[in-house]
């Protein structure tokens, strides 16, 4: 028997289907040949610190570092998971051939070789690497097998990352703890969240000392035109009225008039991060539920694996376009025009040396059914940017004009569409291209030599401090290591060395936010009190660096492509947690009071109602006072009788410090939406009575 295990029980199911393994067995398919089997992702993980030692179990400055001489692996302490991991223990001892049909990712062959580690798995391995879950991607990646053996690589960059994180978070978080921990305030430190928050923490210092400086832009209006003098910034108010002065009442020349046509080619398709960008930008959705939305996507077999760093497709996708784009329906409309002649094969789309594991997301051709509308969203970016790749460049005519009053020189510039391409596909919306942000600014024709009245002006301005970041301007700064770039063509080019991974940057995100070093006010990230003080008291480049770190994740793929040697990684990351606890065991102590943020403060007017309900006195008795038990307020007399209770929560809804308070002065709430009625599931909006015997009613409204 050949024994499939797949990542997921959605996905197992959906193989075993195809290969004919139907009958259900308890934790697996069996069938055709076939047993099929999954995990719940994770089952196994490194073990902890007191798994190698007694002594590792208590904090203590004296046992680190912590240094196992060998890692080891343990099965998570889910009764669920442990009783599926015997399931596919016993089939691993009894198959002739393991067929690893896990995520095809460095995080999903690591899951899986983690797995069939720990159950001692001796068989030959295959693999089943598939872009898409299409009956067709499976049937044909089932048809062409790899061989395990060529994913050992994969495997040692993912096992290599796991123990990097677990040798710095482990040592370097016990370490800043014990050093500079205060009220048991334990300091998460980890090898990507940690020069994330720093990149956040140094945008919010910069803003925060930010000083504006007045300044002033010569312009003048000629023919309707807004022209800017090429003098630039003016730091002095009275420079500036001089030079108004000086070119008022003279004629405005136009020296140089010059239309020259030029293309914008369609925004490249998406990888994981460039998407997280587009659904900040475009839906406000975080980091990671546009990643939930997109792998629901790839779950539901309309979307390409999403889990990629590339924009690029393999060649070999090529002919199969057509028949994605005639499975498109409900955009016949936009497809239409391509399928009447061959798609073209652009090295700006198609190209084999840009593509490693996975080409760039995609839709797969299948007409989407029961999908939500986030998800619908998401579909449609995707969708419409695959799409417009194959359509022409835009044709724009660019028009610089350049003009002086004697010896000022001034300069306007404008755009004008001649041939819309592929902006065709996006008609009244914005595309997220950088280009497309450009406003169209239509010119009159201009002679050289002309020359006219015109309108001079001094408008007042004042320098600008850097904006804070949002989920996507983060992501594209962790895609970068810190560094600003706009340009795509090199923003390519330094993936190489971001920090963490597409697949992994909104869990860091997601992270950060748990852990009360981050909050968001509106769409922009703020550190807190918390978050500022841990990246105070860290005085390493290595643990803040974002280019160190990017430098980390350069190797572990290098590792990846067998180009970096597994035992001098590891080496290296001894001797990083040996020098790094040797320089925080010698630096000098700190005190630093990390607020908690976990006491949010409560507004006025919430402490107000609450002091009110505790000098409240019971309205069934009059006599005892209202108390806060832990499930209801109750009266203080009901040792002697008194029953009146308010629970803290009615079918399903937590009840508010105003609407417990108006219960019992007013005898009934305001609308409360999201009842929830037990056993129907029906959610209902209504009010809270107290009736005339003290019990609790309810008015549907």
Known sequence: MKLCVAEKPSVAREIASILGANLKKDGYFEGNGYWVSWTYGHLCTLKEPHDYTGMWKWWNLATLPMIPSTFGIKLTESSSAQKQFRVIESLVRRCDEVINCGDAGQEGELIQQWVLLKA???????????????????????????????????????????????????NATRLY?????????????????????????????????????????????????????????????????????????????????????????????????SLQVEGNTRFAYSADQTLKLVQGLYEKKLVTYPRVDTTFLSEDIHPKVPKILQGLNFYSQLTAPLLDKPIPKSKKVFNDNKVTDHHAIIPTGIKPSGINPDEQKIYAVITKRFIAAFYPDCIVSNTTVIGNVEKVEFKATGKQILKPGWREVFANEKPSSSKSKEEENIMPTFEEGEHG?????????????????TEATLLRAMESAGKNVDDEELREAMKENG??????????????????????????????????????????????????????????????????????????????????????????????????????????KVKAQKKALADINCPKCGIGSLMKGKKA???????????FLIPFVMMGKKLTYKQTLDLISKKKTGVIKGFYRAGTGQKLNGKLTLTDDFNLGFEPG
Request: charged residues 30%; glycine residues 6%; positive net charge.
């Open 120 to 170: 001692k798995n001796t068989k030959p391995i295959k693999r089943l690497w598939i872009s898409s879950l299409t009956e067709e991607a499976i049937r044909e990646g089932f048809g062409n097998l790899k061989d395990g053996k060529d994913f050992l690589n994969l495997y040692a960059a993912g096992s290599s990352r796991a123990v990097g994180d677990w040798l710095l978070g482990m």
């Open 177 to 273: 703890t014990l050093k500079y921990g205060q009220n048991k305030q334990v300091l998460s430190i980890g090898r990507v969240q940690t020069p994330t928050l720093a990149m956040i923490v140094e945008r919010q210092k910069t803003i925060e000392a930010f000083k504006p400086s007045k300044y002033w832009e010569l312009k003048t209006n000629y023919r309707g035109v807004l022209f800017s003098s090429t003098i630039g910034k003016l730091t002095e108010k009275e420079k500036s009225e001089k030079a108004v002065e000086y070119v008022k009442g003279k004629d405005f020349h136009i020296k140089e008039y010059t239309k020259k046509e030029g293309k914008e080619s369609p925004p490249r398709l998406f990888d994981l991060t």
């Open 453 to 469: 009245p015109h309108e001079p002006e001094i408008q007042a301005k004042e320098t600008r401090p850097p904006k804070y970041f």
């Open 499 to 604: 920090i963490g991974r597409p697949s992994t940057r909104a869990n860091i995100i997601e992270t950060l936010f748990r852990r009360k070093y981050l909050e968001k006010k509106k769409k922009n990230i703020h550190a807190t009190v918390t978050g500022v003080g841990l990246i105070d008291v860290i005085q390493s480049d290595l643990l803040k660096s974002a280019e160190l770190t990017g430098q980390w994740e350069h190797k572990l793929r290098l590792i990846e492509n067998g180009e970096y040697d597994v035992k001098k990684f590891r080496k290296e990351l001894i001797q990083m947690v040996v020098d790094l606890t040797n320089e925080v065991m010698q630096a000098k102590d700190k005190t630093i009071a990390f607020h908690d943020e976990t006491k949010a403060k409560e507004k006025p």
């Open 633 to 643: 307020y109750g009266c203080s007399n009901h040792k002697t009788g008194c029953d």
